[in-house]
């Protein structure tokens, strides 16, 4: 009876922890991750001429064309941009890690949109925190050296993760093989493709952001002691912003503003740019994909002078 | 809880069995104590205010037992005592159970205009309430007598049988609650416990809900009003009476399985049922326990089979029509009893006429089986349906009653996927040709009252604690384990309801 417990404990615990660990697979090989897998191939392929680094979400993403800032600034810039909800600040200080492993850039840009940062983490449904495990899966150290809180929620996400099922079928795909592939539409429009719908607002939609999270406080302190400790320029921009919110929201501008130049980081301008309605993308931080060229130069010369 | 869930898995089972024969060691009585709150925890995870019943429902009944087992009260007290508390039990579960079926068929009928209660069912009422019936009846008849209120109580509330049966005899359990080798961890109980709850959570988890999903299909179509084909229909009965047949035998062997790790046996509850060549041997097998207290303690007293055969069917019949209603507060519940009523009185008549037979060619045992199956099947329809024009509905179509024999456009048609089909043919093989879990295990007999197996080498499988029984149960296990924790699929137990 003995021998046979013994072996059926160990036939379960050993297949169930190989399906975890190809869970955790499944985790690093992020084979569903769309733009991260493209940034991060982007920060491989930098080479030390590269002098202006941008970091950010959508609002930027799609706002900005790093190869007309380039000619502006008449410096190597690379957009970096992920996304919001998903990856937000959380990302931004992960990719910056990673590219200081490969050059060091004389400026580090970093534009999110407000609206991204005016939410608390508790309220995006464990996005954030699932952006910065799949950014940070390269870097395991990051994900548990940020604070308490985040390190007991990635506790928790992981927990998940290697109990889930689609994670399970990628980590098996990566052993046999499959490898993320990152659509054409990424290397044309150095980001996402663009809709050129526009975000219809239903009438309950308050243009008042409120009051900024401080949930994101910490990872702009991290970034600000990486920049220091590195000798970066690191500035930030709001992404532009549909221009109705911008009007209804200075209060939340002002202590957003606060909140991050407390954390050591310069901010360019206390308000974003605003994206008027005629301009307006699908959402209320996306602009018309044809106005790219535009909205590059208004933040090439917002933040002109601050570029070394 | 659920047997099925990662929480009672990983957590509550190993906690509780570590607790148990931790404590055990300094005192059975504090074990048992240890046992019947984590019993309670268990019923408690649903919804902590059922406890407001269980426990009542408990203390009352243990009142009533210690009174009926004491000498103080003359026949005529204690017979007035056990009315009172068997009325009290019945008053509770029609309070619970059948008021709002009792006031929604006033309203229907006309007869006042009564708003509907909407009085959540508590889990396993019906059959904690049947549990202390029979005690109470045991009690008063002075072949049972528990002083002892935390043996009562785990009695009562022992999380294997709680919220699903089997339905427990006091006699066959309280022995075991006092047995030395109760309260001593055996590696042999272990081995055939987890052995036969790992069959049992492989049954529910990969057969049984695997088949679900299609039969929710057909009864929801058919519930709004979708013509079906009559192969449509068919598969929704087939599928159903295959989904119930494994999630009942699974959560059989679970409770059986769990309770042996406490070194508890459990009744047998569930024998091949659909091995039956008759309706009268399908009632021997399937749901054994509840058979049985209809037949000690309704069937019986009714007059069971003394007061001629005119009477015996008739008892026959309010039996079934009774056991129907108390699986749910729905008339189709009634029908389902009643058309087993009806082919229980046709077996009986069939077998005054010619004799039962011992002796069977092998082609009438498989006639009797299909016929059998097929009955049970059509019967299934009417528990299964939501409401009667569902059931209706089904069998209208299963019969070709107005329905075509298969969907005109199979593109558009609510046909079992093949891999589903592919699952349900492998489980009806388990079903007619496989042994059972009790046959498997028969070297070991796990269950109280499971039939000796006259020839066990002539069984296909017989589980002995083997590297290979190691394997074969540990895959099953490992699907169980993988379904459960990476897919999250953790189906309810069909009878919970009831």
Known sequence: MKSYLITLIVIITTALAAMMSLAAIGVYACLECDVLPFQESKIAALTPDVETVILGDSSIGYGLDAKIFSELSHQKTVSLALTGYNYGIGGAYVLLTEVLSHVRPRNVLIALSAQTLAVEMSKLKGKPIRGLVQAARRHPRLLFTVNREISWDVAKEIGVEIFDEQLLMDGIAYVRGVRPVIADDFFKYDYYAPGTDVVQLDGSFTYSLGAPSHDYDVFFQKIARLCNANGLNCIFMYGPLMQKVVEHSQLTFQMLTSQIERAGIKVIRQSPIEIPDEDQGNTINHIQPRLRAAYTKKAYDLVADSLR | ?498
């Open chain 2, 1 to 498: 809880m659920l047997f099925n869930s990662v929480a009672f898995i990983f957590v509550f089972l190993p906690a509780t069995l570590l607790i148990f024969f931790l404590v055990a060691k300094a005192s059975r009585v504090a074990a048992l104590c240890c046992l019947t709150v984590a019993s309670l925890i268990f019923y408690a995870q649903t919804d902590s205010r059922y406890l407001l019943i269980l426990v009542p429902s408990i203390l009352a009944n243990y009142l009533i037992g210690s009174a009926l087992s004491g000498e103080r009260l003359g026949d005529n007290g204690r017979f007035a005592i056990v009315t009172f508390g068997i009325a009290a039990n019945l008053a509770c579960l029609f309070t619970f159970k059948y008021l709002d079926l009792f006031i929604d068929t006033i309203d229907r009928l006309n007869l006042a205009d009564i708003g509907l209660l909407h009085i959540e069912l508590p889990l396993g009422i019906s059959f904690f309430t049947f549990t202390q019936i029979a005690f109470l009846v045991d009690a008063y008849q002075r072949k049972v007598s528990e002083p002892r209120f935390v043996n009562y109580a785990l009695f009562v509330s022992y999380f294997p049988h709680l919220v699903a049966g089997p339905i427990l005899h006091h006699a066959e359990m309280m022995p075991q609650f006092s047995a030395e080798g109760t309260f001593r961890p055996r590696l042999e109980n272990f081995a055939v416990g987890l052995s036969v709850f790992f069959i049992g959570l492989f049954k529910k988890v990969i057969l049984a809900d695997h088949l679900a999903p299609h039969v929710h299909r057909i009864f929801d179509a058919a519930g709004q009003g979708t013509g079906l084909s009559a192969l449509e229909g068919w598969s929704g009965a087939l599928f159903y009476a295959l989904q119930i047949y494994f999630d009942f035998s699974g959560y059989s062997d679970m409770a059986i399985g769990l309770s042996l790790l406490f070194g508890v046996r459990l009744p047998l509850n569930f024998n091949s049922p659909y091995k039956a060549v008759n309706i009268i041997e399908f009632w021997r097998r399937w749901h054994m326990t509840l058979s049985r207290f209809l037949r000690d303690y309704l069937y019986i007293p009714l007059g069971g089979s003394r007061a001629g055969e005119a009477r015996r069917l008739a008892n026959v019949m309010i039996v079934m029509l009774l056991g129907g209603l108390w699986h749910g507060a729905s008339w189709t519940f009634v029908i389902w009893g009643g058309l087993h009523g009806l082919y229980l009185m046709v077996n009986h008549a069939w077998q005054m006429l010619i004799g039962e037979k011992r002796t069977r060619s092998r082609l009438s045992v498989l006639a009797g089986r299909l016929v059998t199956f097929l009955l049970v099947t059509v019967a299934w329809v009417f528990f299964r349906s939501p409401t009667l024009d569902t059931a209706l509905s089904i069998a209208k179509s299963m019969f070709g009653l107005g329905a075509l024999l298969v969907p005109i456009d199979p593109a558009s048609s609510i046909l079992p996927s093949s891999d589903v089909a592919a699952i349900a043919a492998a489980a009806m093989a388990i079903v007619w040709l496989m042994p059972n879990t009790q046959e498997i295990m028969s070297l070991y007999q796990p269950a109280l009252n499971a039939p000796r197996q006259a020839d066990t080498g002539s069984l296909p499988f017989l589980w002995r604690p083997t590297i290979a029984c190691a394997a074969i149960v540990g895959t099953a296990a490992i699907a169980s384990l993988a379904t459960i924790i990476f897919e999250k699929r953790v189906g309810d137990f069909i009878y919970f309801q009831f």
